[in-house]
């Protein structure tokens, strides 16, 4: 699995952004799909996770009522949509592809994982 992630930027606190990850897969739907980031000086974090079909997603504390993970299977593509962005959600975003119900930890230790988007927040 190839993933290209897209959209990040620098944005001022309160402002939006969306992130994309194109797929180059045989089939987008052989995988649940995730989003991690990571921010300077500190570990790599869950961020959000959408099952293989949409119909069930997962998202961390810190970002649930602002972000909103989605995908398109027919166009192999996953989104993020990061609403009310505050300095803190500063990072780089990593979208990463997991095999089926395998689980969060699974997909962070074992999936395939794109070159990552900076997204930076200013106050």
């Known amino acids: 699995v190839q993933l290209q992630a897209s959209g990040g930027g620098l944005v001022q606190a309160g402002g939006s952004l969306r992130l994309s990850c194109a797929a180059s897969?045989?089939?987008?739907?052989?995988?649940?799909m995730g989003w991690f980031r990571q921010a300077p000086g500190k570990e790599r974090e869950f961020v959000a996770v959408i099952n293989w079909s949409g119909s069930r997603t997962t998202l961390a504390d810190s970002v649930k009522g602002r972000f909103t993970i989605s995908r398109d299977n027919a166009k192999k593509t996953l989104y993020l949509q990061m609403d009310s962005l505050k300095p803190d959600d500063t990072a780089t975003y990593y979208c990463?592809?997991?095999?089926?119900?395998?689980?969060?930890?699974?997909?962070?230790?074992?999936?395939?994982w794109g070159q990552g988007t900076q997204v930076t927040v200013s106050s």
């Open positions: 990463v592809a997991g095999l089926r119900d395998k689980g969060i930890a699974a997909m962070g230790a074992f999936g395939s």
């Open positions: 897969v045989r089939t987008f739907s052989d995988y649940d």
